[in-house]
């Protein structure tokens, strides 16, 4: 956790937790069980960790100094479930640069 890439691939994973918590746990129970408390938990989570997954990314960005196009491919992953799996995976292939 002590280098950039590090903080990056944390913050990325609890990120990509937190989004597939919300959407495939605490919004159905909200929608379809009519629980919302899951969703609020998790939204907060949620809320916490995407900031910090894209600070971590602009950090990262900026140290390996990238094109802006792998930069969007990183905002774009944090939006969508699994994307940030899958975005790591696509660094990790790259040597991370």
Excluded at 47 to 76: C, D, E
């Amino acid at each position: 956790m002590g280098t950039v890439t590090g903080r990056f691939k944390i913050a990325g994973i609890w990120e990509g937790i937190s989004l597939l918590l919300l959407i495939l746990i605490a919004m159905p129970l909200k929608y379809f069980a009519d629980i919302s408390s899951p969703v609020t938990i998790m939204g907060m989570i949620h809320g916490i960790l995407f900031p910090l997954y894209f600070i971590t990314l602009v950090h990262l960005a900026v140290v390996n100094r990238w094109k802006a196009s792998r930069w969007f491919m990183g905002v774009v992953a944090g939006l969508l479930p699994f994307g940030t799996f899958v975005f790591e995976s696509y660094l990790k292939k790259r040597d991370w640069k």
